[in-house]
């Protein structure tokens, strides 16, 4: 049987949103979303050179006639719809293997100003620093988590009539990741494995689901998910400590 509270699941995001502007988090909230921007801007740059050749080359295999040469607009229309499916699965990996040291310690950060509890006695950006390669394999351990699951949803996709049933599961999935990806911060400030993490969230499902629902219809959307990502973290961190408040009570 399922377990959790999918509405309560749902509130957390909400207030990872809330967090976000407290005084004592603004500036490692503000830094991953500048390193994001930047990001964001590169890929968008080089999406829409390469793009631009694309069509330039499409368009010169067209015959010349004028109504033909008046569709570049169509193209235009594709280029936007490329752009928006690519950053909205692609950008969110990108970015958290970039900004994952800083949201650790948001993280922790976040846990202190709800507990009023240190995680760790070490404090700053050496720890930050010191924290790069860790926190960058845990990243690599959710990709080849990810990667054959997708896959495997994606293989089934391809069969009629069951691919009605694959779209459900992606929906599901997606949700189910975006949980595992965020709730991943503070468990590694408590030095929990991952798939130890997995076995947890296994046991409050339902709430994961809910919270990671809204998170993952947030990063589909460009612009908000430049701020949706340490929204997420801090409203993560949030789950961590209420869920297993909920647990051992």
């Given at each position: 049987m399922l377990k959790g509270n999918f509405f309560r699941g749902l509130g957390y995001l909400g207030e990872g949103f809330h967090l976000i502007r407290q005084p004592g988090l603004r500036l490692f909230v503000l830094l991953p979303i500048a390193i994001n921007i930047v990001l964001f801007a590169v890929l968008f740059y080089f999406m829409a050179e390469g793009f631009s050749a694309l069509i330039a080359t499409?368009?010169?295999?067209?015959?010349?006639?004028?109504?033909?040469?008046?569709?570049?607009?169509?193209?235009?229309?594709?280029?936007?719809?490329?752009?928006?499916?690519?950053?909205?699965?692609?950008?969110?990996?990108?970015?958290?293997?970039?900004?994952?040291?800083?949201?650790?310690?948001?993280?922790?950060?976040?846990?202190?100003?709800?507990?009023?509890?240190?995680?760790?006695?070490?404090?700053?950006?050496?720890?930050?620093?010191?924290?790069?390669?860790?926190?960058?394999?845990?990243e690599v351990q959710k990709i080849l988590?990810?990667?054959?699951?997708?896959?495997?949803?994606?293989?089934?996709?391809?069969?009629?009539?069951?691919?009605?049933?694959?779209?459900?599961?992606?929906?599901?999935?997606?949700?189910w990741m975006m949980a595992l990806q965020y709730v991943d911060y503070p468990a590694d400030n408590h030095r929990v494995s991952f798939p130890a993490l997995r076995r947890t969230l296994g046991g409050s499902r339902l709430s994961a689901l809910g919270f990671g629902l809204p998170v993952a219809l947030a990063a589909m959307v460009p612009l908000l998910n430049l701020v949706v990502v340490p929204a997420a973290v801090c409203g993560a961190t949030a789950f961590w400590v209420r869920e297993n408040d909920s647990n051992h009570q």
């Open positions: 499409a368009m010169g295999w067209l015959p010349d006639w004028n109504w033909l040469q008046s569709l570049d607009w169509l193209f235009w229309i594709l280029y936007g719809a490329v752009i928006l499916l690519m950053l909205a699965y692609g950008f969110v990996i990108v970015a958290n293997l970039i900004g994952s040291p800083f949201y650790g310690y948001l993280a922790e950060l976040t846990e202190k100003h709800l507990t009023g509890q240190e995680v760790t006695t070490e404090d700053g950006w050496a720890t930050i620093v010191k924290d790069i390669p860790r926190a960058l394999w845990r988590y990810y990667l054959p699951r997708a896959i495997g949803l994606f293989m089934i996709g391809l069969v009629p009539v069951v691919n009605l049933v694959a779209a459900v599961l992606w929906f599901l999935f997606n949700s």
